[in-house]
């Protein structure tokens, strides 16, 4: 039996929704992989979604989970570490879910520095709907609602995190799974509020508007465009434009709000 049969939910929750090469499955086995190197006994897993195709993680995998409502799994997954900060709390969410109608949850949650871990699945665009544009959509690419290429500018996920107070920001892709699994493994070992962005191929809806052929040919331009920090720091700007950069890009030790906030219980019953 392969190793990540054991945390999924086989029989009940299968098969699942999503498309073939799709990038959502290629993360998911990165984390499996992740956790268990870790060895965390999944009870004490909680595993936080939203809506979207990359939300319906939480329903395959065999952690305690909630699917939430789209946008708020940061919120719901701040609620449960407050209160039980024992469990490992992993928020699952896309672009969409994250950064559009949870853009809120998210800055305030990594102002707060929940500790909480994000993994952020970017397809760069709203795949469970048809394909509108999201927040992290290149200017210029299209989508379903921008026929001829948008006019809005995207966010880059990590540096908003860290402007907004994150202790831990990295990106990774799903062509590089093995660096995928370790981004999120050192991400999950983290005090305070850390995001992993997994770079995540959407073929179906991405890949078909932007003329970008089928996955194989997403995850070779992945291959082709991808360069690590540490190589990028030492190469000129114009050689690091238009290439998806990847690794850990912040890293700090903090305090993180659960703790400061059960001294703030204890001060209040004067213990
Ligand atoms: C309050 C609310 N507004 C809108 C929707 C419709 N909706 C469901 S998923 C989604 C976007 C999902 O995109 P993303 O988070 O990027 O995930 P993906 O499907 O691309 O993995 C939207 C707009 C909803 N379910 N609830
Ligand atoms: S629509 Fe896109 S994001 Fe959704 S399952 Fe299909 S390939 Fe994946």
């Given amino acids: 039996m392969h190793p990540s049969y054991e945390m999924l939910r086989p029989g009940k929750k299968f098969p699942h929704v999503w498309c073939p090469g799709c ?55 701040t609620g449960v570490k407050l209160h039980n900060p024992k469990l490992h709390v992993i928020v699952i969410t896309g672009d969409g879910d994250a950064l559009a109608i949870g853009g809120n949850h998210f800055i305030h949650a990594a102002r707060r520095n929940a500790d909480i871990t994000v993994i952020l699945l970017n397809n760069n665009i709203y795949g469970m709907t048809g394909g509108q544009y999201s927040p992290t959509t290149p200017i210029g690419k299209r989508a379903s609602t921008a026929p001829y290429g948008t006019a809005e500018r995207d966010f880059d996920p990590c540096a908003l995190a860290k402007a907004a107070g994150a202790a831990f920001t990295a990106r990774g892709v799903a062509y590089n799974a093995m660096e995928m699994e370790k ?19 959407c073929p179906t809806l991405y890949g078909r508007l932007n003329k970008e052929g089928n996955a194989v040919k997403m995850l070779q331009w992945q291959k082709a465009n991808t360069i690590n ?29 659960t703790e400061i906030y059960n001294r703030i219980i204890q001060k209040a019953q004067g213990k």
């Fill in 229 to 257: 920090i540490k190589a990028a720091e030492k190469l000129p700007m114009d050689q690091v434009t238009g290439k998806i950069v990847t690794g850990i890009f912040h890293d700090v030790e903090t305090i993180p709000y």
């Fill in 23 to 77: 990038g959502h499955g290629i993360v998911q086995g990165a984390i499996i992989r992740a956790v268990q190197k870790l060895g965390w006994p999944r009870d004490e897993i909680v595993m936080v979604s939203g809506i979207g195709c990359s939300s319906r993680m939480p329903v395959y995998l065999d952690f305690n989970s909630l699917h939430t409502a789209h946008g708020r799994a940061i919120a719901f997954a």
């Fill in 183 to 201: 981004l999120i493994e050192t991400a999950l070992t983290k005090k305070g509020f850390s995001v992993v962005e997994a770079i995540s191929p």
